[in-house]
């Protein structure tokens, strides 16, 4: 019998389970438009009081929520201060420039992922017609699967919030920080979530990523940010009619699939520790869901085709010379050592 593909070329792979899909077809319906739909409003409440906003705004995508919130804090000749890797300013087709004609200020990441604070200050520009308006700093946790440090977190924010700039946050993957963290303190994972939260005025959450639904991401702010926001989705035609079957998945995944990320994080270490000692093959050590590998020196020519090789082996990863497996609610640990079984034979069959 064929083995099952191991996905690991994200955490958006997974498939609704059959729990998800029985609260998606059970979920009470209504036209969002209006306002009217029960399991949407639930899950705006929900995830506002969770995370401590006053208000929050289902939307499609991840992409859809990052597109309202620098809109909403920014006006046209506004510029955000980003990090070269986010995704709100690397892999979003510049949304914010075309759509708002907001201009990105983005800076080299530190090794571990965060900003200088010297170099956002020195970005913030002085209220001077030669410039845009530094209006918003935007940063993202995790990051490349890195956990960003609260203390860095709280020190950036607060220099932004000093200068009068308003402080999105990207948290697509903000359980996973959330999760990680609170092993590490011993913590409740949603408390952890909330006390991330609460360095911003605005944060975006996917639940199409490890938390396994099909669709739709949120964005929280306050009553004013999310009243600009929600026009601005409108404009963006995503206004959602019956969605509350989308917004179900999510309450479902909030209620089932938050604590078990620490799953899918065990499940990269177990990958990352598979790959170790291998010759010309740097493992980072993952600290979530994320594990990249670098393939140096020699190692290079003997994997060239090992993207084609891996996939006919049966697992899937993104990347060539630095390939990036994630792991997630469709992945065990059989699919991992299967993983690791088809890198070290691409690698040793040279
Ligand atoms: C995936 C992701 C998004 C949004 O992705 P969509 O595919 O638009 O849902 C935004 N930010 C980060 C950090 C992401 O990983």
């Not at 969002?32 to 401590?52: H, K, T, Y």
């Not at 620098?70 to 690397?90: M, N, P, S, T, W």
Request: proline residues 4%.
């Amino acid at each position: 019998m064929a083995q099952p593909v191991v996905d690991l070329r994200s955490d958006t792979v997974t498939r609704p389970t059959a729990a998800m899909r029985a609260a998606m077809a059970a979920a009470p319906v209504g036209d969002d438009v209006f306002g009217d739909d029960p399991s949407i409003n639930l899950l705006q409440e929900r995830m506002a009081q969770l995370l401590g906003f006053e208000a929050a705004l289902f939307v499609a995508s991840g992409t859809q929520a990052n597109l309202c919130a620098v809109l909403a804090h920014c006006q046209r000749g506004d510029e955000y201060i980003v990090g070269q890797q986010q995704h709100c300013y690397r892999w979003e087709g510049g949304g914010a420039a075309v759509f708002g004609s907001v201009q990105p200020q983005p800076l080299e990441h530190l090794p571990d992922g965060t900003l200088a604070l010297a170099a956002i200050e020195a970005a913030i520009k002085p209220d001077d017609p030669h410039f845009a308006r530094t209006r918003l700093l935007a940063l993202e946790n995790t990051l490349g699967g890195k956990r960003m440090p609260m203390e860095w977190l709280a020190q950036a924010t607060a220099l932004a919030a000093a200068r009068g700039l308003g402080r999105h946050l990207d948290g697509a993957r903000l359980f996973n920080a959330a999760v990680a963290q609170a092993e590490a303190a011993g913590a409740d994972p949603r408390a952890e979530a909330r006390r991330i939260a609460g360095h911003f005025d605005s944060v975006s959450v996917c639940f199409s990523k490890g938390l396994g639904a099909p669709v739709g991401s949120v964005l929280l702010g306050s009553q004013e940010l999310v009243g600009r926001a929600r026009r601005i989705r409108k404009m963006a035609g995503g206004g959602l009619r019956q969605a509350g079957v989308l917004a179900a998945a999510a309450l479902h995944a909030l209620d089932h699939h938050v604590d078990r990320l620490a799953q899918d994080h065990a499940l990269a270490r177990r990958l990352a520790d598979g790959l170790a000692g291998l010759d010309g093959v740097r493992v980072e050590p993952p600290q979530t869901n994320i594990v990249f590998v670098d393939l140096e020196g020699d190692a290079r020519a003997r994997a060239a085709d090992l993207p084609q090789a891996l996939a006919a082996a049966g697992v899937l990863a993104t990347g060539l010379y630095r390939l990036r497996f994630v792991t997630h609610l469709d992945v065990d640990a059989d699919g991992i050592d299967r993983a690791v079984q088809a890198i070290r034979g691409v690698l040793a069959a040279a």
